[in-house]
DNA sequence: TATACATTTAGATATATTTCTAAATGTATA
DNA sequence: TATACATTTAGAAATATATCTAAATGTATA
């Protein structure tokens, strides 16, 4: 897990949208899979990614495993950008 | 280009190294390409898929290519992260 | 404890990406 | 205008990613 990871898992499109998702309150991968039209296990794949990515983190609640946006890694990747774009140049 | 783009072309380290070093200044392809240890067809590559996630853009002087670092993409950017972030949970 | 439910993991396939070498393009200059 | 220099484009090979189906795992409950 590290800024590689992070930024590829923010790279695309489905897991971006599950990041939206998951702003509004923590989910289960049933609920986060059935906003999609691909398979559950395609879904369950693009979460362990964004895991790696630390981008989310997940916990189980008996039957259910609920995912949670972290947001201390999207604050990493700001401070990565508001470098990129230079103090100077604004 | 839009922000898939973006995105996509930030994902990669050798890119990401491209702009760190475009934040000090234009430079042109060879410049640019000198950085690395893959050949120049590689980092030119690399340079068209910034350019089409409109991270840096070029201009032709003479027989040199300058690249130059986009910030307003940047911006956009930001924007989602703060957005994804939530006002309310800072 | 057998069954059902929620989810992940394994293995396969198709597509995309990274990288290379060789050839092509655009510009300057002898 | 022929040649050299800077850079990109084309085409191929290797690796990575997205997706699927089928099987495995973990938990609750009849």
């Known amino acids: 897990m590290g800024f590689q990871e992070s930024l590829k898992a923010m790279s695309d499109k489905t897991r971006r949208e599950i990041l939206n998702l998951l702003k509004n309150g923590d989910m ?7 906003h999609f039209s691909m398979t559950q296990a395609t879904v369950s794949h693009h979460l362990s990614v964004l895991k790696d990515g630390g981008l989310v ?3 189980r609640e008996g039957k259910y495993i ?25």
């Open 28 to 34: 289960t991968a049933g609920d986060i899979a059935a």
């Open 57 to 59: 983190t997940d916990r």
């Open 66 to 90: 609920f995912y949670e946006l972290n947001t201390s890694v999207i604050e990493e990747i700001m401070a990565w950008l508001i470098e990129l774009k230079g103090v100077d140049k604004q």
